[in-house]
């Protein structure tokens, strides 16, 4: 186990103390690992999903499109 002494904004407090309340956990560092798995579960880059693994195989079954040069991709595309 790491010890930290961290400051904190008022509002930060509030909320872990919210957390530690909700969850019935026994202090503030209870808190903070909660939040960390959270954090990790929800914005670090999750683990690929069976499906989207099936379909990005497929993807890569399929025909490129050659396209030359940019302007060639405009043009085909109908950008500008």
Do not use: C, F, W
């Amino acid at each position: 186990m790491v010890q930290a002494v961290i400051n904190i904004s008022e509002h930060t407090n509030r909320i872990l103390n919210i957390l530690k309340a909700k969850y019935g956990l026994k202090d503030k560092s209870e808190s903070i690992d909660l939040m960390a798995e959270q954090y990790e579960e929800h914005i670090l880059e999750p683990e690929l999903r069976p499906g989207y693994i099936r379909k990005a195989k497929r993807i890569m079954k399929q025909k490129p499109i050659k396209v030359g040069s940019v302007e060639n991709l405009r043009k085909r595309y109908r950008l500008r």
